[in-house]
Structures are given as C-alpha cells and as structure tokens.
C-alpha cells in the first residue's frame, strides 16, 4: 500500500491558491496606484520579476489596455537575449517604452563612469533614473522589488516615498496599516510602487510556471563563455573584459537575475524549462542576489545605500 | 494557508533573536545570509553568532543593537507558509506594532522571564485586541537565565491572562516557555523544560487554527472602472476592486452605496479571465446589467446581505495616533476609507486607552503613540461597517494634508 502523507505537503491545488492570493492582491496594489497618482510608470529591466510585474499590470486592467507606460533603465551593458525579449513584450502587450539611457547620462555629464579595473553602471542607473522620472514628470515608479531579496528592502514600504532628491529614508517611512495606501505627494516628490513586495523567488517561479510568462532564455540553461571571478561565473565580451592571467572557459549556465552584465554572474545549471528551475530553486542555499550580483556584496548595506541615493 | 504573523515584545526580549532562530533552524537562511551575519556578528558584538543580525537589516539598528521598523520575513515548511511581521519594542514605535498587528492572524508577545509582565507587554496585548488580532503566542523568553523555573513561567501566565481578561476585546492566549538563544521549545522541544506538556512554537504555529472572517455578505469597494473603448468592448464598463465580506455570483442583486441604486451582476472577471462566481479577497471586476453611474469609491454590496453596512458621514472610531503633532479637537485632517478619500473633522476626543491597566480617562488631545476614541464628521458619506465585523469596512487612515503623512489608523465601531 502506498502512504500518502497528504497533510504535510502542499498539494499543487494549495500552491495554485497560495499563488493566486498574491496575485490578487498585487493586483489590487497596482489598480490602487493607478487610481491614485496622476502620471505613473513601469520600471521593466527585462527580468523575470519585472516580467512578471508587467503581466499582473496586463491582467489588472483587461479587457481594457495599460493606462501608463513602461520604462527600461538601460545602462548600456545589456545582454543581447534580454533587448530581444524586451522588443517582443512590448509588442505583445501594446504598451508604450520609454528608454531612459545611462550611456546618455555619462555623455551630458550627469553620471561619471566609474574608474577602475571593472567599472559596473548599476550605481549610475539611479541619477538616469531619478532624471527621468523628473524629465517626464512622473509621480508612481512600478518596481518588482521583493522583500525577501535583501535586509533593506524587507523594511520597505509598499507604497515608497522618496524626497525631492529622490531619497529614501528608511526612518521617516509611512506607516501602512492593512496595506493601505497613501499615495499623497507633493510636487517634486515621487513614490515608488512595490506589487511583488510579499512575494518570494519560489512564488515567482511558481507564478511564471502557472501563468507561462514568457522569460529571456538566458533564464535557462545553455552554453556560454565565462570567466570566474570572485566566485562568481561572468559572461566574456561586451563589458567584461579579461584581465591578466584570467582564463575563459565555456560552461553550462544560466542566470537567476539580470542585471548590468558587468556584474551579473551566471550560475552553473542544466535547469531548461520552469519545473525544472523550480526544482533548483527549491534546493538554493544562496540568495539570488548573493550568489549573482557583485554589487551586493560590497558592504553590509550596500542596497540600503543604494536606495537612499534613489535607487530601485 | 498562510499564516500571517506579528512579533512583539520589548527591548531586549529577544524578539529578532526568536525569528533569526526560527528562519535558521527551518533553513530558510541562505549561507551567503549567514556568513555576512557572521562577519556582522564580529563587528557589532563579540564574535559569537547573533541572529538577531538576520532581521536587523539597517545601518542604524545594527549599530545600536535595536530595531528600528517593521521588517517582513517570509519562511516556510512543508505544512505551511509564514509571513512575519517583526515589529520593533520600544515604546516610540507602537505605530509600528500597530502597522504589524493590522494584517495579522496571530500575534507573538514576547516576555523576558527575568522581567515579567511590563507595561510594555501589556500595551502589546492591548494592541492586539484593539486591532482584533484574536489569537496570541504568549512566549516567556530567556528560560535558560531563570533556571527553566516552572513556578516562574507560570507566574508570568497568571499575570498575562489577568490582564487578557480585562481587554476591550477577547484574545486567546496561548502560552509557552522558549530560550530562543538556544532554541528551547522553538523548533524542537525542549529537554530542560520536560514540566511543559505543550506543542514548541513551531508545531504551533503549525497548527493553529485560525478563525475564519465573518460573513457580513458581498462587498466590493470600486477602485477603477475599466472601459476599454475598442470595438470589441465597446460598452464594456468593468468595475474593478477587491471582493470582501463575502462571496459573489453571476445573477446576484447588488445596490450601489452611497447612491442607493440596484443592478444586477451580469459578469465577473478575475484578470481578465471571466468566471461565475467570486470568493473574498480576490480582484475582480463586474459587469452590472443596468447603466449606472459609477466611480472610484463607491461600494457595491450584495443586495441581500446578512448584515448591511451604515452609510454615514459620522463615525466613532478607535484610534492609533502615529506623529508628534497632536490630535485635537476642531482639527482636520484627510480620511482614506476603502477607496474613498475625504475631509475628516474631529468633533470630539472621546477618551484616551489606558495601555497599562486598560483602563480609559477623558482626554483634550492625543499625543504620538497614544491609543484614543474620536468622533469624525466627514466630508462625505462613508458605507462603513464595524471593524471587528468585518475588516476591510472599519479600517481607515487619517493623512496631513499639508505633509502627507499617514498619522493615523483607525478602527470604525459605530456611527454616530
């Protein structure tokens, strides 16, 4: 006789509902913004948590379209799979993309180029940014900020008020009592919007797996050309470039965020399709972040500094 | 499925320790988490792991070895899901505890054995109540530097439940002795305490059942009217907001509130995606059959309801006041209800809580973590309902409308 123990493991029928209540109440964070401010935007990086942002935004409007546009920070080092997809989707959706150009930034002397051996542009994507938002006067920025990413972010609020200078200030936060929102701001003030905030990596594989949101197919595995540096598996060309004594070698990899690829790091992993991610996900003993952004692990509050500068 | 949850306790409890070693010993923290805790550990402390570094997430609070704001950690095992909202001890930051408890299914108080019931802990029980939190984990903390004393762990008990039992609302206590710096009943139990007979807080936490919401009949609060204006949805209007209070169907009466009018539903659709029926707590948007006039923050409530709503531009309700500035009489500030948002006056300043003892005295204002009861006249008609009835129909927040800031949460109980 077989024993199921059907008590202690979530069914898939439990899964799907535990899926589904995030949803909705994403959902329902998004019309909440929408209805509230004046002129809001969709901050798209192309990844897998941004991906899915945009198709909650879809779903909590239709039939009807998206009643605000979507915006790509692009810092220039970009993975050529992610701007394909990017082009796709926003076909696919019918929405508007604004571009906001970090290379832009540094040639009108807004942003400097760090120096050094490995510059990385992520830093820099918060002046672009916060440009942007005043160049098109917009009032809410839609992120897909999750708070089990990082110690900062699991502080944040739902609805985040950032200053004239676009600053967060982790002391003076909102209270958000029942999840409700105060999207009141004066001029110059803006807020940032984060749907996804009581979401986890797992409920995001599950949802992209439940729902077939279409991913960049660097999410999965495939060969590439990689060069291992501090431990972490970074792509060889565009902004990568070799240092002495370094020696690329080609691995089975994928990634499991995207970012600037100057500091995104791929990870070892024959996971193809969603199952088989989940799989992998399920198993991780590294956070995301960890185990693929240089950037994060810089000092103990590299994201809360981040964020204060105005950061996503 | 989900078990949402807020700690409390004061400083010092070991509230952060508890959730460091609950998200460890379920293996919820990564390793590149706990290596940076443990290089964190040796700059702030002596070197010994301190777990309390996993939930401490600011610059600030790790420097000062304290808490500053409600942090959220997700974990889970194979029988459940957990959300916990750790919510700071000190005194100042009861909003925050407030903020915790709003969207809580349970609440965890801590007590450091050592130190008994403070005045700390009877505010947290306080809050619970007044926030409707019903069921409470009374966890007497730091067992290992009382001896695991039984006569002292049941001392604490005795005090607590006395004071559980004078509360303006009933909450369940359910309590348990825990050293959350070894582990002592948290995920196994403990071998110091073999004199306790109950379930370790994660067995616990498990398995209690959590009472299901009232059904006071269907309520959508209008967020947005979807019309998309395309041929194919020509006279598509879609009135989109969250289902609460109760479920709703393909064919049921509905009355618009405040304007009194009736419809009947002709379409749900949840995502776009059409369907029959709707439960409580899913985004829908419907269809009505008759052209009504419509917008954000009206409410559609099932005609036939077990309990209707009150439609009412004044109400008494209780309150968390959340800033310096003070809440007086004669001021005004901007309510938020559901979807609606509105000029508030505050006609009267009916009493302040007295945490401690929970008690009440008159009071002329309200001060920065004072818990008080006001009349409001509002602006406009609010369709309000009791908050221990039904949630989402009590709750509002009170905003400055010269900084914007939210200054306030408040528990509708009645018109007036």
Not at chain 1, 272 to 285: G, I, M, Q, T, Y
């Amino acid at each position: 006789m077989t024993m199921i123990d059907s008590g202690t493991q979530a069914t898939p029928a439990e899964i799907k509902q535990s899926v589904a209540e995030l949803e909705d109440e994403a959902i329902t964070i998004i019309r909440e913004v929408a209805a509230e401010c004046r002129n809001p935007v969709l901050l798209f990086s192309g990844g897998k948590d941004s991906a899915v942002l945009l198709h909650l935004a879809a779903k909590a409007f239709r039939p009807g379209s998206l009643p605000f546009p979507v915006m790509h920070v692009d810092t220039g080092h970009n993975f050529d799979e992610v701007i394909v997809y990017r082009d796709i989707l926003v076909e696919h959706y019918g929405v508007k993309l604004i571009v906001a150009s970090v290379q832009e930034s540094i040639d009108s002397g807004r942003a400097v180029e760090e120096t050094g051996p490995r510059p990385s542009r992520n830093r820099l994507q918060s002046v672009t940014l916060l440009d942007a938002i005043a160049e098109h006067k917009f009032d809410a920025a839609f992120g897909g900020g999750r708070r089990d990413e990082d110690k900062a972010r699991a502080k944040e609020r739902i609805l985040s008020f950032r200053d004239h200078f676009g600053q967060w200030e982790p002391r003076a936060q909102r209270p958000e009592p029942w999840n409700m929102l105060n999207a009141k701001i004066r001029p110059g003030e803006h807020l940032r919007a984060f749907p996804l905030s009581n979401w986890t990596e797992l409920d995001i594989w599950r949802y992209i797996g439940i729902e077939n949101v279409a991913l960049p197919s660097i999410y999965f595995s495939h060969r590439r050309t990689v060069v291992e540096r501090n431990g972490m598996l970074l792509s060889v060309g565009g902004p990568v470039v070799l240092e002495a004594g370094e020696m690329p070698f080609e691995e089975t990899v994928r990634y499991r965020t995207v970012g600037d690829a100057s500091c995104t790091g791929a990870v070892r992993s024959t996971a193809s399709n969603v199952d088989e991610v989940l799989v992998e996900v399920a198993a991780a003993r590294i956070t995301e972040r960890g185990a693929t952004r240089a950037d994060d692990n810089f000092s103990d509050s590299a994201m809360e500094d981040r964020k204060r500068e105005g950061y996503f | 499925m989900v078990l949402r949850i807020a700690t409390a306790g004061s400083v010092d409890d070991g509230k952060s320790t508890l959730i460091g070693r609950l998200l460890h010993d379920t293996k919820t923290v990564f390793e590149d988490q706990l290596s940076a805790v443990e290089k964190a550990s040796t700059r702030y402390g002596d070197g010994s792991l301190n777990l309390a570094l996993l939930t401490d997430g600011l610059r600030a609070e790790r420097e000062q070895g304290i808490t500053i704001d409600v942090a959220y950690r997700y974990f889970a095992t194979p029988k459940r899901t957990f959300v916990v909202a750790d919510t700071p001890g000190h005194a100042q930051y009861t909003r925050n505890m407030v903020t915790g408890a709003s969207a809580s299914d349970v609440a965890i108080v801590l007590v450091d054995a050592r130190n008994g019931l403070t005045e700390q802990t009877r505010r947290h029980l306080f809050v619970a109540s007044l926030l409707g939190v019903k069921l409470v984990i009374l966890a007497v903390n730091k067992m290992d530097l009382v001896d695991f004393d039984e006569a002292t762990y049941h001392r604490i008990v005795a005090q607590a439940t006395a004071h559980a039992d004078a509360l303006p609302a009933p909450v369940v206590l359910n309590p348990l002795p825990i050293s959350a710096l070894l582990g002592d009943n948290v995920v196994d139990a403990s071998t110091n305490m073999p004199w306790f007979k109950g379930l370790p807080l994660l067995d616990l936490l498990e398995t209690i059942e959590v009472p299901g919401d009232h059904n006071v009949g269907a309520r959508l609060a209008v967020q947005w009217v979807i019309r998309p204006y395309s041929t194919e949805h020509h006279d598509y209007r879609g009135f989109a907001g969250r289902l609460t209070g109760g479920s709703l169907a393909i064919g049921d009466l509905i009355r618009v509130l405040p304007g009194g009018q009736q419809s009947t539903v002709i379409g749900i659709d949840r995502g776009g995606v059409p369907q029959d029926t709707a439960q409580p707590g899913e985004a829908i948007s419907i269809q009505l059959a008759d052209d009504i006039d419509i917008g954000r923050g009206d409410v559609l409530v099932a005609a036939v309801a077990s309990e209707a709503p009150i439609v009412t531009d004044r109400i008494i309700a209780d309150i968390s006041w959340m800033v310096d500035k003070p809440l007086e009489t004669g001021s005004r500030w901007i309510i938020k209800h559901q979807t609606r948002t509105a000029k508030a006056f505050v006609s009267a300043i009916e009493l302040r809580h007295d945490v401690a003892t929970a008690t009440h005295s008159p009071a002329e204002s309200l001060g920065l973590n004072d818990l008080g009861r006001v009349h409001l006249n509002v602006s406009v008609p609010l369709v309000i309902d009791n908050y221990d009835r039904h949630r989402p129909g009590g709750a509002a927040v009170l905003i400055d409308e010269a900084t914007g800031m939210t200054c306030a949460a408040l528990m509708i109980r009645d018109s007036e």
